[in-house]
């Protein structure tokens, strides 16, 4: 089993930044995937972005290309999103995942998931 647990949401205005993270607890696969996903109310689990943790490989969703990047840290387990240049549309709840083996943007592919995070952006 791996546990997921986001931290860093909240409320910032619009152009500003905030930084997620997730740290990992339980097993560990070599072949992981770690990715990032956020869905607001009325709207469908979305793609944000992605980081193979065996050679660091990222991979972003086009709403977010540009202004988020993904970074992992292998001596503590965690995977972290920084959001720049927030939007007001970026609003949404933010979930941290994880795949055994393999890389997807399909959020029903990803077995781990964490309780997700809060994140606000005022206009």
């Known amino acids: 089993q791996v546990q997921l647990v986001e931290s860093g949401g909240g409320l910032v205005q619009a152009g500003g930044s905030l930084r997620l993270s997730c740290a990992a607890s339980?097993?560990?696969?070599?072949?992981?995937?770690m990715g990032w996903f956020r869905q607001a109310p009325g709207k469908e689990r979305e793609f944000v972005g992605a980081?193979?943790?065996?050679?660091?490989?990222?991979y972003y969703g086009d709403s977010v290309k540009g202004r988020f990047s993904i970074s992992r840290d292998n001596a503590k387990n965690t995977v972290s999103l920084q959001m720049n240049s927030l939007k007001p549309e970026d609003t949404a709840v933010y979930y941290c995942?994880?795949?055994?083996?393999?890389?997807?943007?399909?959020?029903?592919?990803?077995?781990?998931w964490g309780q997700g995070t809060q994140v606000t952006v005022s206009s």
């Open positions: 995942a994880a795949r055994t083996v393999g890389v997807t943007t399909q959020p029903e592919l990803f077995e781990y």
């Open positions: 339980g097993r560990t696969f070599s072949r992981r995937t």
């Open positions: 980081i193979r943790w065996s050679d660091g490989s990222t």
